[in-house]
């Protein structure tokens, strides 16, 4: 056979050595697998390096913001305090010697106050004289009393025979109040009407509630019915009738200490509070 002369099992041997043939007849050709590319594992080995970056990028990110978030919580807790820290001041009470007008003391008859504090409120209105005769108040305290052993809170005129009126005094108003049935007279040097100065005014009429101006002004803390020095009479027991000065008092076992004048000489003599009374 010549070199030209070509058989099919030439053609088998060189398709068996270079690839591989198909049922038709074609060849095929095997090419390396894209992992045993020397390119495809550049590619791969730049692409781990890029996601490297990317992964540190994230993880800096990442522990950049909780410094971030505790610094807005801290602005966020210090404003929160000074918020809570922050008081707005209280109101301050409006003294009753500020109101329009002065104070005046007016003596009415004995056991008649309420009625001239009634007559004068009449007058007040019946003349017009509302801008010039404000109010009147019979000033009250709370006293502490002991009655059948047990100790109670009454109310009581603080000034019996008194009442405070606050007005504008001019001659009209000076003769309306003086001429109300029930009331004696001003009280002043003189016979002229002297008003009263702010701590007396503060002193004798404790704040009341907006709007009740009208009523009777007391004092918030009770006092004793009896004080240290004040005479008394004993109404029951051996010392009955006799009279003394009280040199003690015990409020927690409701007695009282009073100097008795026995066969001319001054005893202490141990009392309960429901056997004495005032003169």
């Known amino acids: ?90 109101p301050r009470p409006r003294s009753p010697f500020d109101r329009p007008g002065r104070w005046y003391v007016v003596h009415t008859q004995s056991g008649h106050e309420k009625k001239a504090q009634q007559n004068l409120a009449a007058r007040t209105a019946s003349m017009n004289m ?20 047990k100790k109670v809170v009454v109310q009581k005129k603080m000034f019996p025979g008194y009442l405070l009126v606050r007005a504008e005094l001019d001659d009209d108003a000076w003769y309306v109040v003086r001429n109300t049935p029930s009331v004696v007279n001003f009280v002043g040097s003189g016979g002229k009407p ?23 002004a007391k004092r918030t803390k009770a006092r004793l019915e009896y004080e240290m020095g004040e005479t008394v009479r004993v109404k029951e027991g051996p010392f009955a009738d006799f009279s003394g000065e009280i040199v003690e008092i015990n409020e927690d076992q409701l007695k009282v200490k009073v100097l008795v004048n026995i066969f001319g000489r001054e005893t202490p003599v141990e009392l309960e509070f429901s056997q004495i009374a005032r003169l």
Do not use: C, H, Q, W
């Open 1 to 90: 056979m010549s070199n030209t002369d070509i058989t099919p099992d030439d053609l088998t041997e060189a398709a068996s050595a270079s690839g591989s043939i198909d049922d038709a007849g074609e060849s095929t050709v095997e090419t390396p697998a894209p992992d045993e590319s020397p390119v495809a594992e550049e590619l791969a080995a730049a692409e781990e390096v890029v996601i490297d970056e990317v992964s540190v990028a994230e993880e800096n990110t990442v522990e950049a913001d909780p410094v971030g978030e505790a610094e807005a919580e801290v602005e966020a807790d210090v404003v929160g305090e000074d918020e809570l820290f922050v008081e707005e001041p209280a």
């Open 130 to 149: 509302e801008e010039r005769i404000y109010e009147s108040v019979i000033p009250m305290e709370d006293v502490v009393e002991f009655k059948n052993g």
């Open 194 to 216: 002297a008003p009263l100065p702010r701590r007396e005014v503060e002193n004798f009429l404790a704040e009341k509630e907006e709007g009740s101006e009208a009523t009777p």
